[in-house]
């Protein structure tokens, strides 16, 4: 069985930039949950998606989005970048909104 | 408004001996609780979950305590090892709408446990 994987593992960007960051969820699983983890921090929710339309939003500004696909993969999107969104942003999966998830190794962003 | 908090932010135990982790919450609508434990360079790994409807949960050398009233989780580890030093986040979660599903899981800060051979 595939666990959560996500792309890339590392990013550097400059501030105003554009990222897009991937995930893959575990086999089986159709909710994936993208979290923000600063450091010294515990995750901080982003959004949630089930079947592929958005099911529940932290608070974040909407130059952050999402996506996910009938394969139930995901992407996180962020617009202009601030300095302040270099992090770690983590991916998780479950089973149908289930109370348990998962997590990948999750993608460390720089921003300069 | 930190719904979650583990006041702890280090411990420090000898192997074999027993690592107590603390929790406190102040949602009452929180209805699952789970432990993860995150090595560097890693994402968090589940380790074990209790529900509302129980005080406590075990699974192996990890054992999980709910105190309702209180509003209050702790993690047991019994005997510590040292390959147990990691960072320890409590997380909740609730169920949405009345039904069976969840949504985001709420996180506290961490505790770095470090277990001395």
């Known amino acids: 069985e595939t666990g959560v994987t996500q792309s890339p593992t590392h990013l550097i960007k400059t501030r105003g930039q554009q990222v897009t960051l991937r995930c893959s969820s575990q086999?089986?699983?159709?909710?994936v949950s993208w979290y923000q983890q600063a450091l010294g921090q515990g995750p901080q929710f982003i959004f949630q998606?089930?079947?592929?339309?958005?099911?529940g939003r932290g608070n974040f500004p909407p130059r952050f989005s999402g996506l996910q696909f009938p394969n139930y993969s995901s992407e996180l999107n962020v617009n202009a970048l601030e300095l302040d969104d270099s992090a770690l942003y983590l991916c998780?999966?479950?089973?149908?909104?289930?109370?348990?998830?998962?997590f990948g190794p999750g993608t460390r962003l720089l921003v300069l | 408004d930190q719904q979650v908090k583990q006041n702890s932010p280090s411990l420090s135990v000898q192997e074999g001996r027993i690592s107590i982790l603390n929790c406190d919450y102040t949602?009452?609508?929180?209805?699952?609780f789970l432990w993860y434990k995150k090595y560097p360079a890693e994402g968090p790994t589940f380790l074990i979950s209790?529900?509302?409807?129980?005080d406590k949960n075990e699974d192996g050398r990890f054992t999980v305590f709910l105190n309702k009233s209180a509003k209050h989780l702790s993690l047991h580890i019994v005997p510590s090892q040292p390959g147990d030093s990691a960072v320890y986040f409590c997380?909740?979660?609730?169920?949405?709408?009345?039904?069976?599903?969840?949504?985001?899981?709420?996180f506290g800060q961490g505790t770095i446990l470090t277990v001395h051979p």
């Open positions: 998606y089930y079947r592929e339309e958005e099911n």
């Open positions: 949602n009452s609508m929180f209805d699952y």
């Open positions: 998780a999966s479950s089973v149908d909104r289930g109370k348990t998830q998962y």
């Open positions: 209790i529900s509302s409807i129980k």
């Open positions: 997380a909740a979660s609730r169920r949405m709408g009345g039904g069976t599903s969840y949504g985001k899981l709420t």
């Open positions: 086999s089986g699983h159709n909710t």
